[in-house]
């Protein structure tokens, strides 16, 4: 009902004498409270608005998302920095970026969005899981084991969309707006909120080929003698504790070529350009038809953790704990 009948309505059922100034009060109130509830709606698209050029870089791009124009988006920005009372975007020509504030302010602004949603669909006695989930992880760890499992998962979800972020080095939570990342190795940030996904087992390998050539080590002071291939700077140590009957042996790899991606890592193995020392998840397939062989299969290395983490000063989405939960019963069968 349009608010002055309303106003008027409940003024008829008043008696003559109060009707009249009760009517202009309700008028005056319903305004204000439709005033408020459009202020309100305003500010959460604007802040919906944020946290998509936030995340594209572009105000055309956040614009076209949400159906505005590049000049509407720029404004409801510039007015949103104005009433906020710092600058949340350097721009350039190029691209738009966060700064230090913008940056802290996306991650409290997710945080109030993503509690909204819970809300709802809390409110609606549901726990269906909706939205997009935006999950960080490596290529090879992408490509080898998320992806031939999470069909399943997906269908039992089918309100949720999934965007896999795979790159081999490390996306800033925050900044790309993730939700989870799947991080092999120690943590660097102590204060992450973080759940153990599993343990891979790390391995030595090289082809047949590069043996032949080369000889097979018997002892971890044999790798002396032989060329490793390195991999990306952030997918691990490049020296290895060996443990055999209560000996430790430390062997650090050097080598002549050095590949950004995982995959490319694995690939050099294979074609014999030299030994890799990796996770045996990002070459189960090859050491099983013969195309790599494991090298010293009788010491131990310490195997690599591998965790689900969680962006800090936010509460973890449901999303995000159901894929976790799921894909650590996925690994439990490689996993040591």
Same mark, same amino acid.
């Given at each position: 009902?349009?608010?002055?009948?309303?106003?008027?309505?409940?003024?008829?059922?008043?008696?003559?004498?109060?009707?009249?100034?009760?009517?202009?009060?309700?008028?005056?109130?319903?305004?204000?409270?439709?005033?408020?509830?459009?202020?309100?709606?305003?500010?959460?698209?604007?802040?919906?608005?944020?946290?998509?050029?936030?995340?594209?870089?572009?105000?055309?791009?956040?614009?076209?998302?949400?159906?505005?124009?590049?000049?509407?988006?720029?404004?409801?920005?510039?007015?949103?920095?104005?009433?906020?009372?710092?600058?949340?975007?350097?721009?350039?020509?190029?691209? %738009?970026?966060?700064?230090?504030?913008? +940056?802290?302010?996306?991650?409290?602004?997710?945080?109030?969005?993503?509690?909204?949603?819970?809300?709802?669909?809390?409110?609606?006695?549901?726990?269906?899981?909706?939205?997009?989930?935006?999950?960080?992880?490596?290529?090879?760890?992408?490509?080898?084991?998320?992806?031939?499992?999470?069909?399943?998962?997906?269908?039992?979800?089918?309100?949720?969309?999934?965007?896999?972020?795979?790159?081999?080095?490390?996306?800033?939570?925050?900044?790309?707006? %993730?939700?989870?990342?799947?991080?092999?190795?120690?943590?660097?940030?102590?204060?992450?909120?973080?759940?153990?996904?599993?343990?891979?087992?790390?391995?030595?390998?090289?082809?047949?080929?590069?043996?032949?050539?080369?000889?097979?080590?018997?002892?971890?002071?044999?790798?002396?003698?032989?060329?490793?291939?390195?991999?990306?700077?952030?997918?691990?140590?490049?020296?290895? +504790?060996?443990?055999?009957?209560?000996?430790?042996?430390?062997?650090?790899?050097?080598?002549?070529?050095?590949?950004?991606?995982?995959?490319?890592?694995?690939?050099?193995?294979?074609?014999?350009?030299?030994?890799?020392?990796?996770?045996?998840?990002?070459?189960?397939?090859?050491?099983?038809?013969?195309?790599?062989?494991?090298?010293?299969?009788?010491?131990?290395?310490?195997?690599?953790?591998?965790?689900?983490?969680?962006?800090?000063?936010?509460?973890?989405?449901?999303?995000?704990?159901?894929?976790?939960?799921?894909?650590?019963?996925?690994?439990?069968?490689?996993?040591?």
């Amino acid at each position: 009902m349009p608010i002055e009948p309303m106003a008027l309505f409940i003024a008829s059922s008043l008696p003559e004498s109060n009707s009249d100034s009760f009517a202009s009060r309700a008028v005056e109130w319903l305004d204000d409270f439709q005033l408020f509830s459009l202020r309100m709606n305003d500010k959460l698209s604007t802040l919906q608005l944020f946290v998509r050029v936030a995340h594209t870089s572009s105000f055309t791009k956040a614009g076209r998302e949400l159906g505005l124009s590049q000049p509407s988006a720029s404004r409801r920005i510039s007015e949103l920095e104005e009433e906020v009372g710092a600058a949340l975007f350097v721009r350039s020509t190029r691209a %738009v970026k966060l700064t230090e504030a913008g +940056t802290d302010y996306l991650a409290r602004v997710e945080a109030i969005l993503s509690a909204l949603n819970e809300a709802d669909d809390a409110a609606r006695g549901t726990t269906e899981l909706r939205g997009r989930l935006r999950v960080a992880l490596s290529t090879s760890f992408g490509v080898r084991e998320v992806i031939p499992r999470i069909g399943r998962f997906m269908s039992a979800h089918p309100a949720l969309h999934v965007d896999l972020r795979m790159a081999d080095d490390r996306q800033d939570l925050i900044v790309e707006g %993730v939700d989870v990342a799947f991080r092999f190795g120690p943590l660097k940030d102590s204060n992450a909120t973080s759940t153990m996904l599993g343990r891979c087992p790390r391995i030595l390998v090289a082809s047949p080929d590069y043996l032949a050539n080369a000889g097979m080590p018997v002892e971890p002071g044999d790798l002396d003698d032989h060329s490793f291939i390195m991999g990306p700077p952030g997918a691990g140590v490049r020296g290895w +504790t060996f443990e055999k009957g209560g000996r430790r042996v430390m062997v650090r790899g050097e080598g002549r070529l050095t590949i950004s991606l995982n995959e490319g890592t694995t690939a050099a193995a294979v074609a014999g350009l030299g030994i890799l020392a990796t996770g045996s998840w990002g070459c189960r397939a090859e050491l099983c038809d013969g195309q790599l062989i494991p090298l010293l299969p009788d010491w131990a290395v310490e195997p690599i953790e591998v965790n689900a983490v969680y962006p800090a000063a936010r509460a973890a989405r449901p999303a995000a704990r159901a894929l976790v939960a799921y894909l650590a019963d996925e690994l439990k069968a490689i996993s040591v």
